[in-house]
């Protein structure tokens, strides 16, 4: 079933970030296939391979988002990885005392576009450089290069959601502009070949999920308020 599933998420329509590198894979594909050298015919076939692959890692499939209101969703596909009750970020204005965290890692294989959790306004985003440890590790969240961003819900508390470079993902694209309010499910960013997302749920708010947990980004409930 999850095989059935990955192939047709597959075959949807990817996001425009992908508009790039599929016209540079598909140009290498053609004019690799018009010459009669085997060398370049070899490197046709292998662009056409990249434009397979990248169409597959940009995808973008359509989800049904939860029309509850007091529901906080998962912000990205992926694996829960760890789930610890710490100190959020500083400089963000989410108080300082220790709230739920849960990290979700996305191997290569998923989904790696990010939603908006909840219904609420962007009031706070803060770009960090860093280093790029793997992100399965828990250093990867105080070391790697990250983007965070903190959101004020229609009730009053807030909720952080920090994208992570990983190992091999280098590049971050966050498009939540401060001051700007964003419904549940919403895309705003993405991080490009393996990553790690960290969401700090509002206080007072338990998760419900659990470590090792499989995670459909818009879809899968992370705690209710």
């Not at 500083?90 to 990010?114: D, T, Y």
Request: proline residues 6%; glycine residues 8%.
């Amino acid at each position: 079933m999850s095989i059935l599933k990955s192939i047709q998420s597959s075959m949807c329509k990817p996001h425009p970030a992908s508009h790039p590198f599929l016209i540079i894979a598909a140009t290498v594909s053609i004019l690799g296939r018009l010459t009669k050298w085997r060398l370049t015919r070899f490197i046709g076939k292998l662009g056409l391979l990249c434009f397979g692959f990248v169409w597959y890692f940009f995808r973008n499939p359509k989800r049904v988002i939860p029309t509850e209101e007091n529901v906080i969703i998962s912000p990205a596909d992926g694996t829960v990885s760890a789930i610890d009750c710490i100190m959020p970020p500083a400089n963000l204005g989410m108080p300082e005392k220790p709230v739920w965290r849960v990290s979700i890692f996305l191997s290569v294989l998923n989904v790696h576009l990010q939603r908006i959790p909840a219904k609420g306004t962007v009031t706070s985003r803060v770009y960090i450089k860093g280093k790029f440890f793997n992100a399965s590790l828990d250093k990867a969240s105080e070391h790697n290069e990250r983007n965070a961003i903190c959101m004020t819900l229609p009730n009053g508390q807030q909720l952080i959601v920090v994208q992570i470079a990983g190992l091999i993902a280098r590049r971050i694209v966050c498009n939540a502009n401060v001051e700007n309010q964003y419904e549940a499910g919403e895309i705003y960013g993405l991080i490009r070949f393996g990553s790690r997302v960290d969401l700090y749920l509002p206080e007072n708010c338990i998760p419900t999920v659990q470590v090792g947990q499989t995670m459909i980004g818009g879809e899968t409930i992370v705690s209710k308020f």
